[in-house]
């Protein structure tokens, strides 16, 4: 059995997550999926929702057999734990794959970095981003507009 894990913050879910996690999912037979925690969040604003509601919506999705809190010290702690396989970085996500295969040989984990395929909107008012997401709702909403407007 292959264990695959996928990471990231995940928050406010959207397409471009979803394209993510099942694109990881295909790379072996069992998806962890690792929520990051608010204070490892360093390379973009903070989250807006809380780690255990974050988590809990990724464990939901189909493509996901498992979500796992981030250890807030240490980011590489729950691989360790779980062992993986496979690391399936996000197309867009800022990690670097030798930097990361580097850091799992220096701990002695033996497992391949990949990176998944990037999804390009499938309709012209698709949002496969949470900045622009929360950047939507702030021109449309943060200047007390209407909250029923859709």
């Not at 925690?37 to 604003?45: A, G």
């Not at 990690?95 to 002695?108: K, S, Y």
């Amino acid at each position: 059995m292959t264990r695959v894990v996928a990471q990231g913050t995940f928050d406010l879910l959207h397409p471009g997550h979803v394209h993510y996690l099942e694109d990881a999912a295909a790379h072996g037979d069992e998806l962890h999926a690792i929520v990051a925690r608010r204070p490892n969040v360093t390379h973009k604003p903070a989250p807006v929702l809380c780690a255990r509601q974050r988590r809990d919506m990724v464990e939901a999705l189909d493509a996901v057999d498992e979500a796992h809190l981030g250890d807030p010290e240490d980011v590489f702690v729950p691989i360790e734990r779980l062992d993986p396989d496979v690391i399936v970085l996000g197309f867009d996500q800022h990690h670097d794959e030798a930097d990361i295969a580097g850091a799992l040989a220096e701990r002695g984990i033996d497992c391949r970095v990949e990176r998944a395929s990037g999804r390009e909107p499938n309709y012209e008012d698709e949002l496969l981003s949470s900045g622009d997401i929360v950047d939507r709702i702030l021109r449309e909403r943060g200047d007390g507009a209407d909250a029923t407007s859709s």
